[in-house]
């Protein structure tokens, strides 16, 4: 049987700003990636999502990101690998101990926008960030793209990883995507939830220019702040479940 985890980012509110759908999209997801205050989510913000996934048992993640709270972590900044895991440390840190006073425990790390689509292509910045997560907790499984600097590397470290896949981003033919969302609102939610089906059973997605390429999916990302985002997530979710496909944690995927 086929199994498949869906990853949703969140705790991205940050102050008066609200940000996502946080609650409604904890009903749909096993794994959140929780904003750790460098793109989004203040401390109050992080201490209510972590209670939040504990309330829905859903597995907790860090979503560490450039130091760029101005650009929402979506600008490419020029850091060294030094300064990167000392960024990622940092924010794994600030996570773990709203995890620990909760009495859970973060099961993932997931990089944040630039700071993510950087390290798929940078082989230096791809390891930083791995000994940053590796170092704290070796157990701990990051998500990267298919045929990703972050994969290759994270294999030859002996770090777990989850190969991702998108529900509401436009894939490459490398299986990398497009890091912001093309068109308007999202309408068509049976041909994302179909497409996200056909990801996870066949691995085949067809690219943003036509093309249908191999794709491996071990956690689908839904988007919280995608329009739509909660009828979007109930659509993927009765589609695997009428194609067959057992929606499960990542720990139980990757061990």
Do not use: W
């Amino acid at each position: 049987m086929h199994k498949v985890d869906l990853n949703c980012d969140m705790g991205e509110s940050f102050g008066l700003y609200e940000l996502g759908n946080d609650e409604e999209m904890m009903q749909y997801i096993t794994s959140a990636n929780i904003a750790c205050g460098f793109h989004g989510g203040d401390p109050h913000v992080m201490r209510k999502t972590v209670e939040l996934a504990k309330k829905y048992d859903v597995g907790i993640g860090a979503h560490p990101s450039f130091p760029d709270l101005l650009g929402f972590g979506r600008r490419y900044m020029t850091c060294t690998p030094a300064e990167v895991k000392d960024y990622v440390t940092y924010q794994l840190g600030a996570l773990r101990e709203f995890c620990r006073t909760t009495n859970v425990k973060m099961q993932h790390c997931k990089p944040h926008g630039a700071l993510f689509m950087k390290a798929m292509e940078d082989k230096q910045l791809a390891r930083s960030i791995l000994e940053a997560i590796h170092e704290t907790d070796q157990d701990m499984i990051v998500f990267a793209l298919n045929q990703s600097e972050v994969y290759e590397e994270a294999i030859r470290m002996g770090v777990p990883v989850a190969k991702e896949a998108y529900s509401d981003r436009e894939h490459t033919e490398s299986g990398s995507i497009v890091l912001t969302r093309r068109g308007s609102e999202i309408n068509d939610y049976e041909a994302l939830a179909n497409r996200v089906v056909r990801m996870v059973k066949e691995e085949r997605v067809v690219t943003y220019d036509g093309k249908d390429v191999s794709i491996q999916a071990e956690t689908i990302c839904i988007h919280g702040d995608t329009p739509g985002a909660p009828a979007l997530a109930k659509a993927i979710t009765a589609a695997l479940k009428a194609g067959g496909v057992e929606i499960v944690p990542i720990k139980t995927i990757i061990k």
